[in-house]
Structures are given as structure tokens and as C-alpha cells.
């Protein structure tokens, strides 16, 4: 009997990926997916969507990464769209930001500052006097619609799904890799890449610094229907072409604790509410936590490890569904041996290596 192989096994199910997935397809590679849930059920699922690329608000080595993928996101959308059938509901509305001060002036972004009667032209839901206003032209996209998408879309082009069972460690032989080990088989490749978001960390031999990073939300529906995503310093507002308003999010060092909090929820609410009374008649739909994968320097950790055949890509914190595009595009250029389109050194696993070397004993 011989025993099934692939060219590659991408380990975790969530937009990052199953984006992978795809890219890889596209150059002809056999694909395992192997996730240790439910694919897209994690922090994927749980965003709000809000593709954040301006310069006041992203880490500087991370903001040309997150800018060239912004611009894909598009084509990225159009793509899944065509080949799932779902529709991930990509908003190009833009966004409406409460600041102080001059914190929004910039000469290289186009951040827009506001006038109070425009605030009101652009969203007359808006309760007034929330301080200086600044319009970005940012988009958004449901991260539920587009993460079933990419599922669609990555069983379709035929990447092989295994789901329910964790990734423990690495199969090697000679220092290279081989495969995978879980709880319940072994799966072989000769390349393996680790998406495991959160959960990077657990795969022996290598203890990449990813850790959870809690944020808890909810969802309203019912008046007023929201054109612009809404951000202020105490909370965001995120509407859906559907009528829902996605209300987040909080940022808790809670360990991978994803229950919810009565009283977090009602302050969140509150917030919104004082951004924009008419929320109060609402009614609420549902609330959640995802776990956001968090690094020490919140920058991801990308490309090739010490070990042969074994990639990374991971650690995207708050910024996973809008690095999706770029980050499969990039990974599937590394793992192909070509030169990647950006400059990769600042995400390079080996910044957390060589720290733990230079560390004392």
C-alpha cells in the first residue's frame, strides 16, 4: 500500500491559510490543509474586516507590506467571488475617524481632515461633538463571507482538507522535513507551512513567539444604516451591506480564554451608543472573542525557518485579513525559491532566534 503524499502541507485553516492554499494551487502544487478545528472558525472568522493600511496607524516596517496588499484586495475579492460564489462584501465607503488633535496630518497619506457639518452630511446618525473628524479611504470586507469564500475556493481548485485534529510536531529525517504528526496519523511532504495563527507556537521543534490576543465584539442590526466605518479612542463601528454593524473590540492578554464578558460587551455597546445614539434601538444580534496572533514586536513572522523545508507564516495580530493577499502571494514566491516582490527581512523568523541565542543562560 502506498502511503498518500502532497508537495506541501499548510498547517491552520483560516484566511491566511487557505489563501496560501490557492497561490499554491496555482503554481501546481499537491495541497493538504491541515486544520486543527473547523477551517475559518478562529480569529478569521472573528474580525471585523476593517483593511486599516494608513501610516498613523500600522507599524512603519509593516506599512508598505500592508499597503501593496490593501491594493490587492480587489482582485483578491473578485477572484474568490468568481470561483466560490459568495459575495465577501468588499465596502470602498471609507472611514470616519475621531482623533485629537493633529494626529491624523500627514503629507504622504490621504487622510482628509473634517468639518462638523460634513461629519453630519457624510453620516447624520453621528451624535455631535466627538472632537476633530478625518475621512480615509479605506475599505472593509465581512470576514465571515470571505473566509467561506476562500474554503470554496481552495476545495474547488482541490486542496485536500483535513479538520479536528492538531498538528503536534514535525516528521523529519536529517534535518529536513518530511511531514507532519497529529494526534491521530502522520500526513508526508517535503515542505510544510506553518499558519497556525495563535497556535504557531505548539509545533515542536520550533517555539515561534506567537501568542493569543483576545478581542471580544458584537453585532447590532436594525437603525440606522451606517455608510462608513466609524473609529473613535473608545471603540469601531463596522456596517455590512446586509444592515448589520459589527461594534469592537478589545485587546486582553487573556491566554486562549475565548468566552465573552457581560460587562465588556455592555461597555463596548455603550460606547457605540454614544457615538451614535440611535443604536440604543437596535436590537443586538450576538457577541463573540477571537484570538488574534500577537508577536513581541507585533510585525508577522514570514518565510523560510532554520530547518529545510519548513516556511512560516504567521503572527499577523490585528492585521490577518488584510495581509491575506500579499502574505500568500509572497510565501508562495519563497517557498518556490524565487525572490519575493517585498522586502521580507523585517518578518524573518530568525529576529527571534538569534534574540534567544544573544540571551543569558
Known sequence: MTLQTWDAIIVGGGIIGLSLSISMRKRGARILLVERGEPGREASRAAAGMLVDFPEETPALLQPFAAASAAMYPEFVHELKDESGINPDLRG??????????????????????????????????????????????????????????????????????????????????????????????????????????????????????????????????????????????????????????????VEEAGFDKRTDADTIHRMHQAAIRLVPALERARVLEDWAGLRPGTPDDLPILGATGTAGYFVATGHFRNGILLAPVTAHVTAQVIAGAKPDYDLAAFSPERFQQTEALAPS
Open 93 to 250: 465607503q471609507g472611514t470616519i475617524v475621531f482623533a485629537p488633535g493633529e494626529a491624523y496630518k500627514s503629507d504622504h497619506a490621504p487622510a482628509e481632515k473634517l468639518l462638523p457639518g460634513q461629519v453630519a452630511q457624510l453620516e447624520p446618525a453621528l451624535a455631535a461633538s466627538h472632537g476633530p473628524a478625518f475621512y480615509l479611504k479605506e475599505r472593509s470586507v465581512d470576514p465571515r463571507a470571505l473566509v467561506a469564500a476562500a474554503l470554496k475556493a481552495a476545495r474547488h481548485r482541490g486542496v485536500d482538507i483535513s479538520s479536528g485534529s492538531a498538528v503536534t510536531e514535525l516528521l523529519l529525517c536529517d534535518g529536513r522535513v518530511e511531514g507532519v504528526v497529529t494526534a491521530k496519523t502522520t500526513y508526508r511532504a517535503p515542505i510544510v507551512v506553518n499558519c497556525a495563527g495563535a497556535w504557531a507556537g505548539q509545533i515542536s521543534p520550533h517555539r515561534f513567539p506567537t501568542r493569543p490576543v483576545k478581542g471580544q465584539m458584537l453585532s447590532v442590526v436594525g437603525q440606522p444604516v451606517l455608510k462608513h466605518v466609524i473609529r473613535s479612542d473608545e471603540v469601531y463601528l463596522v456596517p455590512r451591506s446586509d444592515g448589520r454593524i459589527l461594534i469592537g473590540a478589545t
